[in-house]
């Protein structure tokens, strides 16, 4: 299959989205629709992160991906991998220590696996902050639990990027640059820029947030969405003028993934891969 025909951009689709799917059939499928990586979510359906045999079934990964040509970036928004009873948590501003070491240790074996895929970066969210936490013990915890993380980044030479939520302490581009600040600028600390939460809260247009942050860009993840509405939709189903938004991206030089992201279409996951990669095709290509 030919690669996504936009200049300098590498397309990829989010596992978060084809969970009805083995790992290895999710791969499979990805590389026959022409897809150049994959967002790969480690979770327990597919490379679970606390499974004893860990460090065999991410060689099996990294195999299988290379047999297939696909990149790879690791993402950490499993919803209940740590705790079964409590979506995304423990968070890395809880307010038991423990249980922010917990989410601490979890991005410090996804550097570790990413290290291993060759990935380009681990993706990573600051979480809710939780109710009767002040902002300023907040951003302390957040950044607390943050710096062994970034660490062993650095060791590993994998950025980690940080991703803007809607709804989390963490929300926005200035958020993430006051998380910037109060680390120092550490080399490895990066950011995931979500196309969906630029049109959902941002002020600025995506594009120019694509324009505004391209120095720090390590990961992107892409899908419609509508203004102050947090859904991921189907390409066509939100109000993103997508042609502005690929140039804009194209433009920075950003040489990492470009990651489809629909966690909550599963259930018709191949399809929606296979009509992405269309829309992505014919939207970023270059015009006559």
């Not at 990829?12 to 994959?38: C, H, I, M, P």
């Not at 790969?40 to 499974?51: E, S």
């Not at 060689?59 to 047999?67: D, E, K, M, N, S």
């Not at 991005?107 to 300023?136: Q, W």
Request: aromatic share 4%; glycine share 10%; hydrophobic share 40%.
């Amino acid at each position: 299959m030919s690669r996504s025909p936009a200049p300098g951009i590498r397309f990829g689709y989010g596992t978060n989205g084809l969970t009805d799917l083995r790992l290895s059939d999710a791969l499979a499928l990805l590389a026959d629709l022409g897809y150049d990586g994959v967002g790969l979510t480690l979770d327990h359906m597919h490379l679970d992160p606390l499974a004893s045999d860990l460090a065999a079934r991410t060689r099996q990964v990294a195999a299988r991906l290379g047999a297939l040509g696909l990149e790879v970036t690791v993402e950490t928004g499993a919803r209940y991998v740590l705790d079964s009873r409590r979506k995304h948590g423990p968070s890395l501003l809880d307010p038991d220590p423990d249980q922010r070491a917990a989410r601490t240790d979890l991005l410090i074996t996804a550097v570790r696996v990413a290290a291993e895929l060759g990935a380009h970066a681990v993706h990573c969210f600051s979480g809710i902050t939780p109710a009767g936490t002040d902002e300023e013990t907040a951003w302390k915890r957040l950044t607390e639990a943050l710096t062994p993380v970034l660490d062993a980044a650095d060791r590993a030479g994998v950025p980690l990027a940080v991703e803007p939520e809607p709804g989390h302490l963490l929300a926005t581009l200035a958020d993430f640059h006051h998380l910037r600040g109060l680390l120092g600028s550490p080399a490895p600390l990066g950011l995931t820029l979500d196309i969906g939460h630029c049109q959902c809260l941002e002020a600025a247009p995506p594009a120019d947030c694509i324009r505004d942050a391209a120095p720090w860009l390590r990961h992107v993840q892409i899908e419609d969405m509508r203004r102050g509405v947090h859904e991921h939709l189907p390409f066509g189903e939100g109000e993103i003028d997508f042609p502005p938004v690929l140039d804009a991206l194209a433009a920075t030089g950003y040489q990492g993934l470009t990651v489809v992201e629909l966690p909550r279409h599963s259930h018709a996951g191949p399809e929606l891969a296979r009509q992405s990669i269309e829309f992505l095709r014919t939207k970023g290509a270059p015009a006559c």
